[in-house]
C-alpha cells in the first residue's frame, strides 16, 4: 500500500492543493491521499490560524466523496506543535510496516528540512515528495544533503501544476469582500461565507 500525506494548515483549504494532491497521486500510483490539517505548526507560531474545527470540516467539504482522498485528523488531536516526525511514526503504527509514506511537501518547506524535529529519523519513516511552488527554486540537494544525510536516497521530485493560489490571498481577498469562486471548491466557499470566516 502507499499513501501520499499532505499536510498543511489549510486555512483554508483551496483548489490548488487538490490538484497537487491528484497529480502526485497519479504519477506515483498511491493509492490514496490523506489530507492532515496540522495542529498549531512549530513553524507558524507567530500567527494565529483559525481553529481546527472549521479546518477539518473544510477540508472534510473540499475532499467529499473522491475515493481516492482522506481526511486524517491526527495532529488536530494531539496538544502542542505539530512535528512530522511524530506523525509519520503514528502512521507507521495504524498502517503497518507494509505500507509506504510519501509526504508531500513545498519545496520551499525542503530548504528548512534540517531545522525540523529528527529530521535523519523522518526520512527512514517516509519519501518526501517535492513539489514546485511559485516563485522558489528547487532546493540545492548538494547543501541538502550535506545538512541531512541520506536525504537525496529518499527524494521524489514531482513537477506538479504551479497553481498561483495561496490560502494567504484567499483570507485577504474575504476580508476586502472580494469573490474566491473557483480559488475554492463551492463547498468551502459556501462554509466560508455561512461561517463568517476571514472577514475581520
Known sequence: MKVGIM??????????HLIIAEEVREVLRLSEVLFMPCGQPWLKLERPITPAVHRV??????????????????????????YSVDTMMEFQ???GSGAELFFIVGCDALADLAKWKEPQRLIQLCKLVAVPRLNFN????KALERSVPGVSQRLIYVATPIIDISSSRI????????SIR???PEKVEEYIRRQKLYAV
Open 182 to 184: 473557483y480559488l475554492v
Open 138 to 141: 528547487s532546493p540545492d540537494l
Open 57 to 82: 470540516e473544510m477540508v472534510r467539504l473540499a475532499i467529499g466523496t473522491a475515493p481516492q482522498f482522506k481526511l486524517s485528523e491526527v495532529e488536530v488531536k494531539r496538544s502542542g506543535p505539530s
Open 171 to 178: 483570507r485577504e481577498r474575504v476580508r476586502k469582500g472580494l
Open 7 to 16: 499536510g498543511g494548515t489549510f486555512d483554508p483549504v483551496h483548489s490548488g
Open 93 to 95: 503504527e495504524q498502517f
